[in-house]
């Protein structure tokens, strides 16, 4: 089974805080991705890698950075953590596209309240 | 407007009832479409997902896509209060990046 085990399943921060989410997916899957969930507002996707050391902006970027050293390992960092910020953070990977359904597989998420 | 919408519910139904999610959705470019459940305090699992247009079936469960209205469902059957849960629609064209345009996600509640 495919295992996406994300560091910290709940965090309490402070404002202006550097926050670090870890991922590690345990499939080889070459896309990763980070989304925050929101009651209302549904799956938002963050950031997205296509590649060790590749990354693209997803819909709601601002105020967050992500790093991908290696292929199996994707971190979300926010680097002066706000009240806004407070939210569900879901970490996911999928197989590269181009003949496959795009299947995204989940972590547990990671609750993060920022004080 | 949003590129796929789901009403959000809350849906409250009693056991063995038919429910009936649905989502539309605007660009004629998707060919995957999903289901994926996702309960309480747990990150979402895919649950079923179809290629085009028609039916697919697993147990209890029904999904159908029509493309020409640009419309998808999911049929749960004998609803059992384990259902209860958030089910999110999610599409994707062919060709693509892997990214999955999410619908809002419709909570399910079945009484007992």
């Known amino acids: 089974d495919v295992k996406v085990t994300q560091s910290s399943r709940y965090l309490v921060k402070r404002t202006g805080e550097k926050v670090f989410l870890e991922c590690v997916q345990d499939?080889?899957?070459?896309?990763m991705f980070w989304y925050r969930q929101d009651p209302g507002l549904g799956l938002r996707l963050i950031y997205f890698?296509?590649?060790?050391?590749?990354?693209e902006k997803g819909d709601i970027p601002e105020g967050y950075s992500v790093s991908r050293e290696k292929k199996e390992r994707f971190s979300l960092i926010l680097e002066s953590a706000s009240t806004n910020q407070t939210s569900m953070y879901l970490c996911?990977?999928?197989?590269?596209?181009?003949?496959?359904?795009?299947?995204?597989?989940f972590g547990e998420g990671s609750r993060l309240t920022v004080l | 407007q949003k590129e796929v919408e789901q009403d959000p519910g809350p849906l409250s139904v009693p056991e063995g009832a038919i429910v009936s999610l649905n989502c539309t959705y605007s660009n004629s470019a998707f060919q995957y479409f999903m289901w994926y459940r996702q309960y309480s305090r747990k990150g979402p699992e895919l649950l079923m997902y179809?290629?085009?247009?028609g039916n697919k079936e697993d147990g209890r469960f029904t999904a159908q896509v029509d493309k020409s209205s640009k419309y998808i469902s999911l049929f749960i059957r004998d609803s059992q209060p384990s259902d209860s849960a958030t089910y999110l629609c999610a599409m994707i064209g062919s060709g693509n990046t892997g990214k999955l345009i999410f619908g809002q996600g419709t909570t399910l509640q079945v009484k007992p």
């Open positions: 179809t290629y085009s247009s």
């Open positions: 996911a990977s999928s197989i590269l596209a181009g003949g496959g359904t795009g299947e995204l597989f």
């Open positions: 499939m080889d899957h070459e896309n």
């Open positions: 890698s296509y590649d060790v050391k590749m990354k």
